[in-house]
């Protein structure tokens, strides 16, 4: 369970303040499978990175009562100088896992073959979305934060991706970020609406996206 007590996040740009989170109470409950909705620059990726931990809220406490995974799709997970090895490395240190069995799992499953050995500055975008993915497969975790990367690769791939993912989720929650329905039905049970620093919790992901759909044509 992570849960979000008075918390309010807001930043500093060139046109002025934008607030992302105003002093909001929500529960993202175990046992159920979230898909985060919001229209380009809500912060539904600040907002991931705050149940990670990996940013802080301005007020307010973000609780996890649950061991949760790195943001999936956050660039800065990784160092770029490093190679995808060292990378992997240091992360099974941080979250206490086996080194030698995550990996074998991750330089198996990503097929990046060479490219495990050399920098990660020098991957292409989709070759850090493997590394990244395979990783967050490496080490369990009770909750899986997503951030629009579940469908990367050829077709094949991706394949692999979904299998490995459902079977996952047999045993772990998902709070998932992405633009396409599709994805967030076949993953999701349950959804949220980003909007003007309002964060909103349904009970199901047809309400959600029945509700998200209503407010992105009436503008608002």
Not at 16 to 35: C, I, M, Q, S, Y
Not at 200 to 216: E, F, K, P
């Amino acid at each position: 369970m992570i849960t979000l007590d008075r918390v309010s996040k807001v930043y500093r740009t060139r046109d002025g303040r934008k607030t992302v989170l105003d002093d909001v109470n929500a529960t993202f409950e175990p046992g159920h499978n979230f898909g985060i909705l919001g229209v380009n620059g809500a912060g539904k990726s600040t907002l991931i990175r705050l149940l990670a931990g990996s940013e802080l809220p301005d007020r307010g406490v973000v609780r996890r009562h649950a061991r949760v995974s790195f943001p999936l799709g956050f660039t800065g997970t990784f160092h770029g100088s490093l190679s995808g090895r060292e990378n992997v490395s240091f992360l099974a240190r941080v979250y206490g896992a086996r080194m030698r069995a995550v990996i074998d799992y991750v330089e198996a499953f990503s097929e990046l073959d060479e490219y495990f050995h050399m920098p990660v500055n020098t991957y292409s975008a989709g070759m850090r979305a493997r590394l990244a993915f395979a990783t967050c497969l490496a080490i369990d975790f009770d909750v899986y934060l997503i951030d629009e990367v579940t469908e990367i690769g050829d077709h094949r791939f991706r394949r692999k991706c979904a299998e490995a993912f459902r079977e996952r989720m047999q045993r772990s929650d998902v709070i998932l970020v992405t633009h396409n329905p599709h994805t967030l039905r076949q993953y999701c049970d349950r959804g949220a609406i980003l909007a003007d620093g309002e964060l909103a919790l349904y009970d199901d992901i047809s309400t959600a996206l029945g509700r998200y759909h209503r407010m992105v044509q009436e503008g608002r």
